[in-house]
Structure formats: C-alpha cells, structure tokens
C-alpha cells in the first residue's frame, strides 16, 4: 500500500519538485510508493513551493507562522490539516523540504521516527540555515548533503545518507547552490525510496 506522506516547506519548493515528479512521473523512484495528502507551506499561498503543488493538482495549505499568535497555534494547525486530509488517520512520514521552521519537542514526539529533513551541509559540522552561504564563506573544497530523521535538536537527529558535493572550481554562491542542489534533487527522492520500500 502507497505511504501518506505531507511535505512542508518553506522556500522555492525545488525539493518538492523532485519529490512529485519521483512521485507522479513515469519511471520516478517514488512511483507507487506514496502519495502526498497534502503540501504545507509556512508563507503565502501564492509563494513559488506551494503554486507547485497547485501545478501537480496536489492539496496544499498556507499556514503562515507570523499571521499566528504562537509556535503552538502553527503546530496545532498543521496537524489538523494532516488529519482533515487523511480523515483523521494521520500520515507514514513528514518530509520537510526547505522547511525553516523549527518543530518544538511535543511535535516532534508525535511524529517521532517519522520526520524526515534535508539539509545542505555534513550536520556534524554545521547546524541552522544558510548551509551553502557557509560552504561558500569557508572556501570548502566539499560538503556533504545529508538527509537525517528530525529530533528535537537543530538538525541533531540520525543521518540517514551522504552524498558529496565537489565545490572545486566553483565561481560564486549561485554556483555553488546550484551544484549542491542538484544533489538535494536526486539524493532525496532516493534515500525517501529506500525507507519506503524497507518498510513495505
Ligand atoms: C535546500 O537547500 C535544503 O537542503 C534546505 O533548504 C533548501 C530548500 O530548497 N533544507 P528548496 O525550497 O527545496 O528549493
């Protein structure tokens, strides 16, 4: 049986991208694997991530933090949009895909083994947002893309794969993105792949 899974972001949705196309396109790694019940952003409903969603005809929600009284009134809403689109079974996984919220410990122990996150650098070595700004600052000859189950830490939570990005030769910041978002797209979808067949 396919996995539910609810995706959440925050950014450009490129991530989110991938993931539907792995999803919905034929010979896509995800094909029949799972569906998205619903895509949640945490900006405006016309932001780039969630009018991608709309593209794939995909349900999708605009919860924005800051229009919210609080951390917990945003959670609370998340949850019952996951529950409204899956009649109240819930889903398999949580995937965050540029989602820069941070999720409190409550929320994470609800979902816990069940949250899933990318992020741009090797999370031993760097925590937070901005992992390829960093990446560039420092002049890295390398970094690593890693895709780890969510704790209730900043990007503390078990890695599940690896993958280097070569940054020789590299000219600028955009570049830079570029190249290890390439990676992100491919990397995700296969790692989320994995998972799901273990578990099937
Ligand atoms: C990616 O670099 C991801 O690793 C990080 O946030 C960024 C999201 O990019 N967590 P996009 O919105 O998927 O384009």
């Given at each position: 049986?396919r996995k539910k899974i609810a995706v959440l972001i925050s950014g450009t949705g490129t991530n989110l991208r991938s993931i539907l196309e792995h999803?919905?396109?034929?010979?896509?790694?995800?094909?029949?694997?799972?569906?998205?019940?619903?895509?949640?952003?945490?900006?405006?409903?016309?932001?780039?991530?969630?009018?991608?969603?709309?593209?794939?005809?995909?349900?999708y929600r605009s919860i924005e933090r800051k229009l919210l009284k609080s951390k917990r009134q945003f959670e609370e809403e998340i949850i019952e949009?996951?529950?409204?689109?899956?009649?109240?079974?819930?889903?398999?996984?949580?995937?965050?895909?540029?989602?820069?919220?941070?999720?409190?410990?409550?929320?994470?122990?609800?979902?816990?083994?069940?949250?899933?996150?990318?992020?741009?650098?090797?999370?031993?070595?760097?925590?937070?947002?901005?992992?390829?700004?960093?990446?560039?600052?420092?002049?890295?000859?390398?970094?690593?893309?890693?895709?780890?189950?969510?704790?209730?830490?900043?990007?503390?939570?078990?890695?599940?794969?690896?993958?280097?990005?070569?940054?020789?030769?590299?000219?600028?910041?955009?570049?830079?993105?570029?190249?290890?978002?390439?990676?992100?797209?491919?990397?995700?979808?296969?790692?989320?792949?994995?998972?799901?067949?273990?578990?099937?």
């Amino acid at each position: 049986m396919r996995k539910k899974i609810a995706v959440l972001i925050s950014g450009t949705g490129t991530n989110l991208r991938s993931i539907l196309e792995h999803i919905y396109l034929p010979q896509g790694l995800l094909n029949d694997l799972c569906e998205v019940v619903v895509v949640i952003g945490d900006r405006p409903e016309a932001s780039p991530g969630l009018q991608i969603a709309r593209s794939f005809n995909i349900n999708y929600r605009s919860i924005e933090r800051k229009l919210l009284k609080s951390k917990r009134q945003f959670e609370e809403e998340i949850i019952e949009t996951i529950n409204y689109f899956t009649a109240g079974k819930g889903v398999d996984y949580i995937v965050l895909a540029g989602f820069m919220s941070i999720l409190s410990a409550e929320f994470v122990q609800k979902y816990c083994g069940k949250i899933i996150n990318i992020h741009p650098a090797d999370t031993k070595d760097y925590q937070g947002p901005a992992g390829y700004e960093w990446a560039y600052r420092n002049k890295l000859q390398e970094t690593k893309i890693t895709v780890h189950l969510v704790d209730e830490g900043v990007d503390s939570g078990p890695i599940l794969a690896q993958q280097s990005v070569d940054l020789r030769g590299i000219n600028n910041l955009e570049e830079l993105k570029a190249r290890g978002k390439s990676v992100e797209h491919l990397l995700y979808p296969k790692v989320l792949a994995q998972i799901l067949t273990e578990e099937s």
